[in-house]
C-alpha cells in the first residue's frame, strides 16, 4: 500500500446531446471542467495492517460531521468485500453516503480479487473545488494563506445545494481511482496509460450505475475519467448480469466484466477525445441558479413518452442528433482557422437557437421542463450581451446551472457580471420552482480527465 495517493477528476457538462445520449443510436458533445473533485487516501495507522477485518474512515472536512467508518471483510463464496458503517458520535455521520458506500465496496471487491496480500486500513479525505456547490463558504482556519482552493461550507452534506457539474461521477471516479493507485502496483493501475483509464472507466460505470440503482448512460463517468469527448454509450447488458454485491462469485464476474475478459460482454462505447474541441478565443463558463433538478424523474417521464410516441420521438431525435452534429462539426472547423473574430461566430449562434428550438419542442411534448421559462428568459438575456455566442441548459435540462460559450474577453465577463448581478426573475415564469441568487461561476472547459496529484496541494486539509 502506498502511503499517500491523491487522485482528482473533474466535472463536466454535457453541452449537447441530453436524452440522446442514452440511446447507443446517439451521441452526445460532452466537455469536462476544470472544477475537480479531489480524494486522498492515506495509512490508518492506528490499525492493525494485518488484522481482519480492517476499517477504512472516509472523511468530508468541508461540511458539519461529515465522517463515515467502516468495518470491512472478505465474504464467503467469492462475493467480494463487505462493508458495514459502524456507528459514530455524530447523527449526521450515521447517514448512509451510498456512492462512497457503493465505491468502496466496489473497489475493495476488486482489488481483493488481483491482491494476494491482505488489504491494510486506510483513511479517505474528499474535497470538492468551490463550483460544485452554491453555498458561500470561506476558507479554513486550517488552510494556509497561500492553500486557499477549498472552502469551509460550513453546513452538513445534505443541505448543501449542488450547481449540477457531475460531483457524484467526478467522486466515484476519483474515489475508486485513488482506491486502485494506493493499493495497487503500478504495473496495474496508471493513470497515464489507456489499459489503466480503462481499468478505472469500466469500475467506475460499475459502481456509480449500482448507487444510482440503474444503468446510466454512464457519459459523466467517461467525461471524469477521460475529459471532453464525444461519447455514444456502452450497451447496458454489459452491467446487468453482475448481480448483488455479495452473491456467490460476485468478486469473480466483477473482475471479469471490469477487465473485459468476457468477450461475449465487451465494453462498447465510444469516446472521441479528437471530436470535443473549443477554438482559441472561446471559453465554456456556467451560470448558476441555486436551485438544482431531479434528474431521474425527469429522464423517466421523457423516456415514458418517447415509448408511447415512437415515430414523432424517433423524428425529434433524429433532428436533435443532426443539430447536435453540426455544433461539434461548426466548433472543429473554426478550431482550424488561424485568426478568428466575433463574425467567425455567427453560425455557431445560429446552431445553438436551432438546437434549443427543438429542446423546447421536447418540453412542449413531453411536459417536461427541459428548458424552463425561467431558464430561457436567463438564456436570451445572456445572448443579448455582446461577446456571447450561445448557450443551453445543458444535459438532461431543468434548473441546473446554464452553460454558455463566450469569447474570452474581459469586457464579455465584465458583462457578463453587471447583468447577471443585478438580475431578477420574472415571477410569471416560475414554473413551479424558485431560482436564486444568478451568478457566474468560476469554471471552465477542461481536457484532461482524472489524473494523479501532489498531496500538498492540501496542506491543511488531510492529518
Same mark, same amino acid.
Given at each position: 500500500m502506498t502511503s499517500?495517493?491523491?487522485?482528482?477528476?473533474?466535472?463536466?457538462?454535457?453541452?449537447?446531446?441530453?436524452?440522446l445520449v442514452l440511446d447507443r443510436g446517439y451521441t452526445g458533445l460532452v466537455f469536462g471542467l476544470?472544477?475537480?473533485?479531489?480524494?486522498?487516501?492515506? $495509512?490508518? /495507522?492506528?490499525?492493525?495492517?494485518?488484522?481482519?477485518?480492517?476499517?477504512?474512515?472516509?472523511?468530508?472536512?468541508q461540511f458539519k460531521d461529515a465522517e463515515w467508518r467502516y468495518e470491512c471483510q472478505k465474504t464467503e463464496d467469492d462475493g467480494g468485500i463487505e462493508?458495514? #458503517?459502524?456507528?459514530?458520535?455524530?447523527?449526521?455521520s450515521q447517514s448512509r453516503n451510498k456512492f462512497v458506500e457503493t465505491a468502496l465496496v466496489y473497489a475493495l471487491t476488486y482489488i481483493s480479487a488481483l491482491a494476494h496480500s491482505s488489504i491494510a486500513s486506510a483513511s479517505?479525505?474528499?474535497?470538492?473545488?468551490?463550483?460544485?456547490?452554491?453555498?458561500?463558504?470561506?476558507?479554513s482556519n486550517a488552510t494556509t494563506t497561500t492553500n486557499r482552493r477549498f472552502l469551509d461550507f460550513?453546513?452538513?452534506?445534505?443541505?448543501?445545494?449542488?450547481?449540477?457539474?457531475?460531483?457524484?461521477?467526478?467522486?466515484?471516479? /476519483?474515489?475508486?481511482?485513488?482506491?486502485?493507485?494506493?493499493?495497487?502496483?503500478a504495473d496495474l493501475l496508471s493513470l497515464t496509460s489507456e489499459a489503466g483509464k480503462a481499468r478505472v472507466h469500466n469500475l467506475a460505470q460499475a459502481a456509480h450505475c449500482a448507487a444510482q440503482g440503474k444503468v446510466g448512460s454512464g457519459f459523466d463517468v467517461a467525461a471524469a475519467v477521460y475529459g471532453s469527448c464525444v461519447y455514444r454509450r456502452f450497451s447496458p447488458s454489459i452491467l446487468e448480469n453482475l448481480a448483488e454485491v455479495g452473491s456467490k462469485g460476485f468478486s469473480t464476474r466483477l473482475k471479469s466484466v471490469i477487465e473485459n475478459t468476457d468477450h461475449s460482454q465487451d465494453w462498447d462505447m465510444e469516446i472521441n477525445k479528437s471530436g470535443a474541441i473549443l477554438p482559441a478565443g472561446l471559453r465554456l463558463v456556467m451560470c448558476d441558479v441555486d436551485c438544482g433538478s431531479e434528474t431521474v424523474g425527469m429522464v423517466k417521464r421523457v423516456l415514458s413518452w418517447k415509448k408511447g410516441n415512437p415515430e414523432e420521438a424517433a423524428l425529434l431525435w433524429r433532428t436533435l442528433q443532426k443539430g447536435n452534429e453540426d455544433l461539434a462539426e461548426e466548433l472543429r472547423s473554426l478550431a482550424q482557422e488561424p485568426k478568428l473574430s466575433s463574425s467567425n461566430f455567427e453560425n455557431l449562434g445560429t446552431i445553438f437557437l436551432t438546437?434549443?428550438?427543438?429542446?423546447?419542442?421536447?418540453?412542449?411534448?413531453?411536459?417536461?421542463?427541459?428548458?424552463?421559462?425561467?431558464?430561457? #428568459?436567463?438564456? $436570451? /438575456?445572456?445572448?443579448?450581451?455582446?461577446?456571447?455566442?450561445?448557450?443551453?441548459?445543458?444535459?438532461?435540462?431543468?434548473?441546473?446551472?446554464?452553460?454558455?460559450?463566450?469569447?474570452?474577453?474581459?469586457?464579455?465577463y465584465d458583462a457578463l457580471h453587471n447583468v447577471l448581478d443585478q438580475y431578477t426573475v420574472d415571477a410569471e415564469y416560475g414554473?413551479?420552482?424558485?431560482?436564486?441568487?444568478?451568478?457566474?461561476?468560476?469554471?471552465?472547459?477542461?481536457?484532461?480527465?482524472?489524473?494523479?496529484?501532489?498531496?500538498?496541494?492540501?496542506?491543511?486539509?488531510?492529518?
Open positions: 499517500t495517493v491523491a487522485v482528482s477528476a473533474p466535472g463536466k457538462v454535457l453541452l449537447a446531446g441530453g436524452y476544470d472544477a475537480r473533485i479531489h480524494v486522498i487516501v492515506q $495509512d490508518l /495507522a492506528t490499525r492493525d495492517d494485518n488484522a481482519a477485518p480492517f476499517e477504512v474512515v472516509v472523511r468530508s472536512p462493508v458495514i #458503517q459502524l456507528e459514530s458520535h455524530s447523527l449526521a479517505v479525505t474528499i474535497l470538492a473545488d468551490a463550483d460544485y456547490y452554491s453555498n458561500t463558504g470561506s476558507p460550513n453546513v452538513p452534506l445534505q443541505e448543501a445545494h449542488k450547481t449540477g457539474l457531475g460531483s457524484s461521477a467526478a467522486l466515484v471516479t /476519483a474515489f475508486t481511482a485513488a482506491l486502485l493507485a494506493c493499493y495497487l502496483s438546437i434549443r428550438s427543438l429542446v423546447r419542442e421536447m418540453s412542449t411534448k413531453t411536459g417536461v421542463p427541459i428548458e424552463p421559462k425561467v431558464q430561457t #428568459q436567463l438564456l $436570451d /438575456a445572456c445572448c443579448q450581451i455582446s461577446g456571447v455566442v450561445g448557450g443551453v441548459v445543458p444535459g438532461a435540462g431543468g434548473f441546473d446551472a446554464i452553460a454558455l460559450l463566450v469569447e474570452n474577453k474581459q469586457e464579455t414554473d413551479g420552482a424558485s431560482i436564486g441568487q444568478v451568478r457566474l461561476l468560476g469554471v471552465q472547459q477542461e481536457m484532461q480527465g482524472a489524473k494523479i496529484e501532489d498531496p500538498i496541494l492540501y496542506e491543511g486539509w488531510i492529518r
